[in-house]
C-alpha cells in the first residue's frame, strides 16, 4: 500500500488487510503532542477493534518524563486508582509503516468508560469536536495544512545525555537556508525521508534546508484538519525515527540555541462550504466584506483567533522555552496583529493576487515546532468558530510598517502568563474549549512552570557562582 493508492480500512475489510500480519501498532495522543501506544497481536487486536480496549489514564497523569503531576491532575497524585480509559480505534488511520516492515499502524482516541463520552483532555478528541461543530452548525469543512521547521544534531539519546545537552555537532555548519548543497551530506536520509513519508501516508509538499546549522522545513500536505492534525503529529515522531535510523537526532525544540533563531510550526487554515468552494474567498456579492478579496466569513474568522488569542497562548507555546522564540529579530511575532502578506504578525492573511481564490487563506505564525497540532488547530478553529458564529469584528486593523500604534495587545511574555490569562474567568479559551479541558490543561502547564522555577540553570551558576 502506498499513498497513491490508499486503502480505507472497515469493520468488513480488516481481517483480510491483516491477514498477514501478526502484530499490530496502535497509539493516541498525549497532553503534549507525543505518541503513546503499544504493539498488540493481530488476533488480540481484532477482538478489540470494534469496541476498543484499556487504556492506562496514568499517561494523562505524568509528564514528558513520565514524572506525575504535582497540580492536582485528575489522573495522578495519592489518591489516584489509575483507572483505564477505553482506547477506541480509528480505522480510518489505518497506515503501514514503511521502515518497520510495513507492520499496520492505526490511531486511537480515549472515550471514559463511565459515560463512553469523548475524554475532555484526548487531543485527537478535541480536533474531531471543532470539525464536528463546523459541519453540523456551519455546514463547512474546516482544512489545515502544517510546517514545521526542526534541527538536526549528530548525536544520539545518549550522546547527546553524555555532553548535558551542551556542544551538540549539527548535521552541517553554516546557515544555508534553501541549500542544494548540503542535502547532498545526508542525500540518503532526505529522499528516504520524503518517500518513506509519502507511503505512510503523511505526504510532504516541499522540503528544504532552514537558516541555522543542521536545519530542515517540510511543508506537510494539505488537507482536511483532522487528518491535518494527525499527519502533523505523526510527522514528528516519523522524521525523529528515520533521522535515528540514519545516524543522527531530529529535534522539535522551539529555540535550543539563544543566538540562532527558533523552530516555528506554522499553521494554515481555510474553510470549504457545502459546494466545496473556499469559504475565505468572496465569490458572491453578498459575500464580500469592506477587506478586497476577504469574505466576511473570512474575516469574522479572524476576528475570532485574534480576540481569543491571548487565552489560547499556551497552547500555541507550551512549554518554556517556547517563549524565548517568540522575539522580533528573528520574525516571530509579540502581540496581537495580523497583516495581508506580511510575515511580521501573529496571523498571516493570504489573498489574490498573491494566491488563487481557491488557495485563500490564513497562517498562525504564533506557534514553534513544540506544539501539540491537534490541540493548536483546535483551538484556532474553536475561536474562528466562535467569531463566525457571534458575528465578531476585527479588534484592529492590518498592520502598517509606518506607524508604531496600529498593534494590538501584548502576547503573554512566558508560559506563567499564557497559562494565567488562559485560566481567567471568563477568557475566550474557557468560552469555546470548555472549562474541564482548560482546567485540565492549565494544571499541566503549572507543573511545567513550577519545575522550570525549581531549576537552577546553567546561567544561574555561571554568573553567580563565583562571584556573589
Given amino acids: 500500500m502506498t499513498a497513491d493508492k490508499p486503502v480505507t480500512a472497515t469493520l468488513d475489510n480488516i481481517s483480510n488487510l491483516l491477514q498477514d500480519d501478526i502484530r499490530v501498532k496502535v497509539a493516541i495522543v498525549d497532553i503534549d503532542g507525543a505518541l503513546a501506544g503499544k504493539i498488540i497481536h493481530k488476533d488480540k487486536f481484532l477482538q478489540v477493534v470494534e469496541d476498543g480496549f484499556g487504556f492506562c489514564s496514568v499517561v494523562f ?7 506525575p503531576y504535582t497540580t492536582d491532575v485528575e489522573f495522578a497524585g495519592d489518591e489516584c ?3 483505564d480509559l477505553i ?3 480509528d480505522l480510518s488511520s489505518y497506515r503501514r509503516i514503511p521502515w518497520e516492515d510495513n507492520v499496520p499502524f492505526f490511531l486511537a482516541h480515549l472515550v471514559n468508560p463511565k459515560n463512553y463520552e469523548r475524554f ?13 461543530d463546523y459541519a453540523q452548525q456551519l455546514g463547512m469543512t474546516a482544512h489545515c495544512g502544517v510546517e514545521y521547521e526542526f534541527f538536526c ?4 539519546s545518549e550522546t547527546a545525555a553524555d555532553k548535558g545537552y551542551h556542544d551538540l555537532k549539527p548535521l552541517w555548519l553554516g546557515g544555508c537556508g534553501y541549500s542544494l ?5 545526508r542525500q540518503e536520509f532526505y529522499y528516504k525521508a520524503f518517500d ?4 505512510f501516508k503523511v505526504p510532504i509538499e516541499s522540503w528544504h534546508t532552514e537558516t541555522g546549522p543542521g536545519v530542515f522545513e517540510a511543508a506537510i500536505a494539505y488537507t482536511e484538519a483532522k487528518e491535518a492534525g494527525d499527519r502533523a503529529t505523526l510527522f514528528k515522531t516519523c522524521m525523529k525515527q528515520i533521522a535515528l535510523k540514519h545516524g543522527f537526532m531530529a529535534s522539535f525544540m522551539a529555540k535550543p540555541y539563544a543566538d540562532k533563531a527558533g523552530c516555528s510550526g506554522h499553521i494554515h487554515f481555510s474553510l470549504k462550504n457545502k459546494d466545496g468552494k473556499n469559504a475565505f474567498y468572496p465569490w458572491a456579492e453578498d459575500q464580500k466584506s469592506e477587506i478586497p478579496n476577504m469574505s466576511k466569513t473570512m474575516v469574522a474568522f479572524l476576528a475570532g483567533v485574534l480576540r481569543g488569542l491571548p487565552s489560547i497562548m499556551a497552547i500555541l507555546a507550551p512549554t518554556v522555552n517556547s517563549y524565548k522564540r517568540l522575539t522580533r529579530k528573528w520574525f516571530a511575532p509579540q502581540d496581537v496583529s495580523w497583516g495581508i502578506e506580511n510575515r511580521a504578525g501573529a496571523v498571516r492573511v493570504i489573498v489574490p493576487p498573491v494566491s488563487s481564490p481557491a488557495a485563500t ?14 490541540l493548536a488547530i483546535a483551538a484556532v478553529l474553536r475561536c474562528g468558530f466562535w467569531g463566525i458564529t457571534t458575528n465578531q469584528t476585527l479588534p484592529i486593523p492590518a498592520m502598517d510598517l509606518s506607524k508604531k500604534d496600529n498593534a494590538g495587545e501584548a502576547l503573554p511574555k512566558s508560559l506563567l502568563e499564557a497559562m494565567l490569562a488562559m485560566e481567567a474567568k471568563g477568557s475566550i479559551a474557557r468560552q469555546v474549549l470548555g472549562d474541564e479541558f482548560v482546567e485540565h490543561y492549565c494544571k499541566t502547564r503549572r507543573h511545567e512552570w513550577n519545575l522550570w522555577q525549581e531549576s537552577v540553570t546553567t546561567f544561574e551558576l555561571e554568573r553567580y557562582l563565583e562571584l556573589i
Avoid at 61 to 67: K, Q, R, S, V, Y
Avoid at 153 to 156: R, V
Avoid at 361 to 374: F, K, T
Fill in 61 to 67: 497523569g505524568w509528564d514528558l518524563h513520565d514524572t
Fill in 81 to 83: 486508582e489509575f483507572p
Fill in 87 to 89: 482506547a477506541k480505534v
Fill in 120 to 132: 475532555y483532555a484526548c487531543p485527537r478528541s478535541l480536533l474531531q469536536g471543532a470539525v464536528d
Fill in 153 to 156: 544534531f549528530q548525536e544520539t
Fill in 181 to 185: 548543497l548540503r542535502p547532498t551530506q
Fill in 196 to 199: 518513506w513519508l509519502h507511503e
Fill in 361 to 374: 487563506r490564513l497562517e498562525m505564525r504564533v506557534g514553534g515546532a513544540d506544539i501539540n497540532p491537534h
